[in-house]
């Protein structure tokens, strides 16, 4: 019978998903909801998963950049109280993505100066990189790995659902 992760407490969740990464079974359907159910519990101080979900996927299929606080927006969300709380909250998206064989969807989210030249600032540049590092990924040229996969984000955005 399969697992209905709505039904779970946070710890139950916390649990089921520690299971499956120490058993190295994180491409399991069952892992992929309960680790969106848990983002989406979490809120990440106002940060809304589904929304920053959706609002990435839709400036992709438009071949657009977004800022940081067009996320914080997007959730309603006051920017003064989630900014330090973002990178969690990329890095739940982005491992949430990269488990259902997604690009790096934090590759087109960058600071505001920054929206229209596609640049991170190097602090950001690391942070992402590291992630991508946890994630597995071999990276020699951090800037031209960062333009592969947001290229990749807008491939994969023009055939999502």
Same mark, same amino acid.
């Given at each position: 019978?399969?697992?209905?992760?709505?039904?779970?407490?946070?710890?139950? #969740? !916390?649990?089921?998903?520690?299971? *499956?990464?120490?058993?190295?079974?994180?491409?399991?359907?069952?892992?992929?909801?309960?680790?969106?159910? #848990?983002?989406?519990?979490?809120? !990440?101080?106002?940060? +809304?998963?589904?929304?920053?979900?959706?609002?990435?996927?839709?400036?992709?299929? +438009?071949?657009?950049?977004?800022?940081? !606080?067009? #996320?914080?927006?997007?959730?309603?969300?006051?920017?003064?109280?989630? *900014?330090?709380?973002?990178?969690?909250?990329?890095?739940?998206?982005? +491992?949430?993505?990269?488990?259902?064989?997604?690009?790096?969807?934090?590759?087109?989210?960058?600071?505001?100066?920054?929206?229209?030249?596609?640049?991170? +600032?190097?602090?950001? #540049? !690391?942070?992402?990189?590291?992630?991508?590092?946890?994630?597995?990924?071999?990276?020699?040229?951090?800037?031209?790995?960062?333009?592969?996969?947001?290229?990749?984000?807008?491939?994969?955005?023009?055939?999502?659902?």
């Amino acid at each position: 019978m399969p697992i209905n992760v709505t039904k779970l407490m946070d710890d139950q #969740l !916390k649990n089921l998903i520690e299971n *499956h990464r120490r058993h190295k079974e994180t491409s399991a359907p069952v892992y992929l909801e309960a680790l969106r159910e #848990l983002q989406i519990r979490r809120g !990440k101080g106002g940060l +809304e998963f589904d929304k920053s979900f959706q609002i990435i996927k839709a400036a992709a299929k +438009e071949g657009l950049f977004l800022s940081y !606080k067009d #996320l914080a927006d997007a959730s309603g969300a006051d920017w003064n109280q989630v *900014h330090y709380s973002i990178g969690g909250h990329l890095w739940d998206l982005v +491992e949430f993505a990269d488990r259902n064989g997604w690009p790096m969807l934090s590759a087109i989210v960058v600071n505001k100066p920054n929206v229209r030249s596609e640049a991170m +600032e190097p602090e950001t #540049l !690391k942070g992402f990189v590291a992630a991508a590092r946890d994630l597995g990924y071999a990276i020699t040229d951090e800037e031209a790995f960062l333009h592969e996969q947001q290229a990749r984000v807008f491939e994969w955005a023009a055939t999502a659902n």
